[in-house]
């Protein structure tokens, strides 16, 4: 019987970037929580936890932070102490300084943070993974020296797993500078040889490329994976990239194709992005009928 397709992590996205804050308090948050306790979220992964001047917690190394009302970290590791989830603390991004190929600046940045993060969150027993929260499609920017650099830094600091989830430069973003799946095994091919040991898991997310690429690009990873001694994880991408609007929740039948593609290869399947694309609490009304079919299909009673 072939295994039933189930999402175990969820990435967090609470440092607005291109999606809007749903503005949850901590009640708000405990509620989420605990839905992920009894549907088998067992991960919760802070996609970055700085970006340019913003923070979930009061910085003191970020250079010109806006004003920090909330620790909002407190809230996601004590809450996931709480709930038996595991959290994967997501790096800092500058937004600015690696795209001009400074990246040591990126990585000057990055270490006093990570050690602040540890003082501040290291004792919780939920602090079971990092996250870098640096994404590429391809060997470019300096991934090779951020991975080494910011990655091995973590593991040095707490040795817990690092997991990366770059994204295939496919036609649905990429238009006319679109890779083929070939092209961007090469890319990967060199990627996870030249950083051996900064990072343990890689979930590529699915959305950039035609649904009919999925299952062989999958199948590649997975290769690669095996061959570099890399976890394959699936970001399972929960916001529709077909619609001519940023971004509404999924099709539901695009999504199951999208989870029992990854299934016969992914160790676990995470998404972007449980809360907005897919809670039952979500200011999206579709996310609510999107959970629902879910659950409908995975089983999933609620009392």
Known sequence: MPTLPRITGTFLDE???DIPSQNWGYADWKKEFELYSKIG???V???RAGYQNKCIFPSKTIPNLLPIYDDLGETFYSLADEYNLDVYFGTY????HWWRRNWWKE???NLPFLEEAVQRYGHHKSFKGWYLTHETSKNDAHIIELFNHIGRHCKELKDVPVLISPYPQGAKQFGENVMSLDESFEHWDRIFGATKGAFDICAF???QIHYQELPRFIQGIGSLGSKHGVTIWSNLETFDRDMPIKFPPADWRYLRFKMEA???VAE???TFEFPHFMSPHSCYPAAHNLFERYREFAGIELK
Do not use: M, N, R
Request: charged share 20%; hydrophobic share 45%; net charge negative.
């Open 93 to 96: 991004d500058s937004g600015f």
């Open 15 to 17: 440092i607005t970037h």
């Open 262 to 264: 990854a299934t016969p």
């Open 268 to 270: 676990k399947i995470i």
């Open 107 to 109: 990585v000057e940045l």
């Open 205 to 207: 997310q699915d959305g």
């Open 41 to 43: 979220i067992d991960s």
């Open 45 to 47: 992964v802070i996609i």
